[in-house]
Each structure stands twice: as C-alpha cells, then as structure tokens.
Nanobody, 120 residues
Framework: QVQLVESGGGLVQPGGSLRLSCAAS????????MGWYRQAPGQQRELVAT???????TYADSVKGRFTIARDNAKNTVYLQMNSLKPEDTAVYYC??????????????WGQGTQVTVSS
C-alpha cells in the first residue's frame, strides 16, 4: 500500500509565493517520475511540471520561469515552489508519482489534492 500526502496550499495574493509538498509512504522500492498537475473549476486536469529520477524537469509554458519542481529522494518527496502567482493559477493541485513497490509492480499514485487560491 502506498499513500501520497500533500500539503502547502492556501490563499495568497497575486504576486505572492507558495510551496507545495507531497510525500509518499508505504511499500516503496523506488520512485520514477514525479509531477504536479492542477485542475481549475470547469477545466480538465493539466500538467504543471514533472521531474524524472535523474532530475530532468519539464514545465507547462504557463508556469515557466515562475514555478520550480524539485525532489528529495531520501524523503520520497516532491516540491513545487510557486512564485509570482497569478489569479489564473487558482486550482486544486495534485501530485503524481510513478512508484515501483516492493513487489516490483509499477503503478501511478495520486495525492488527494490541495487548493491554491490566488486572489486579492
């Protein structure tokens, strides 16, 4: 059994910053790709950023230069530093990890989601 627990969301003014965290626990052998996605009301879930086990990153064009994804392999944790936040960044943010369990089965796991609201 694997669980992902997110933290760090909240209400912030435009131009502000937030840092999201997502920690995995359970029967983990290794973690491959980690990523953040978001879903605004009435919209489809979209990719925000990903990071491979080697540390290579990708970003959605809308967040490039403002958001930074990072991982701590010792803590099975992925972070999303969000700077210069805009109202259009308002959404529920979800983490996702591709995890090989101790039974060597590889599955994708999702966090429960954390609300980020950017408003004055």
């Amino acid at each position: 059994q694997v669980q992902l627990v997110e933290s760090g969301g909240g209400l912030v003014q435009p131009g502000g910053s937030l840092r999201l965290s997502c920690a995995a626990s359970g029967m983990i052998f290794s973690i491959r790709d980690m990523g953040w996605y978001r879903q605004a009301p009435g919209q489809q879930r979209e990719l925000v950023a990903t990071i491979t086990s080697a540390g290579s990153t990708t970003y959605a064009d809308s967040v490039k230069g403002r958001f930074t994804i990072a991982r701590d392999n010792a803590k099975n944790t992925v972070y999303l530093q969000m700077n210069s936040l805009k109202p259009e960044d308002t959404a529920v943010y979800y983490c996702k990890m591709s995890i090989k369990s101790r039974t060597y089965l590889v599955l994708d796991y999702w966090g429960q989601g954390t609300q980020v609201t950017v408003s004055s």
